[in-house]
């Protein structure tokens, strides 16, 4: 049975860091690129940052570079996204994905509440 289960949200001040995690089981986790991505209220979900399968290459959007690092422990089939110098706009529930493209599987976690309030 195929699972991602994402942990590390919650409030936060802005300016603050958090760091969000993933965890994966049911699949072969290195064979996948993951990624990230978030949906705020009335909003459509959006890619926020991605990793290939060896971790060698990242991508993220704009308004994160700098700000978020996106890394993958295969060993530990879980990937993270440290979150720093966080903003109001980044308010949203984060969502971890898995995909690959030979067959085309794609995977999705839950989601994770991240408010970035005063």
């Known amino acids: 049975q195929v699972q991602l289960v994402e942990s590390g949200g919650g409030l936060v001040q802005p300016g603050g860091s958090l760091r969000l995690s993933c965890i994966a089981s049911?699949?072969?986790?290195?064979?996948?690129?993951m990624s990230w991505f978030r949906q705020a209220p009335g909003k459509g979900r959006d890619l926020v940052a991605s990793i290939s399968g060896t971790g060698g290459a990242t991508n993220y959007v704009t308004s994160v570079q700098g700000r978020f690092a996106i890394s993958r422990d295969n060993a530990k089939s879980t990937v993270y996204l440290q979150m720093n110098s966080l903003k109001p706009e980044d308010t949203a529930v984060y969502y971890c994905?898995?995909?690959?493209?030979?067959?085309?599987?794609?995977?999705w976690g839950q989601g994770t509440q991240v408010t970035v309030s005063s």
């Open positions: 049911g699949f072969t986790f290195s064979t996948y690129a």
């Open positions: 994905n898995a995909n690959r493209r030979t067959d085309r599987s794609t995977y």
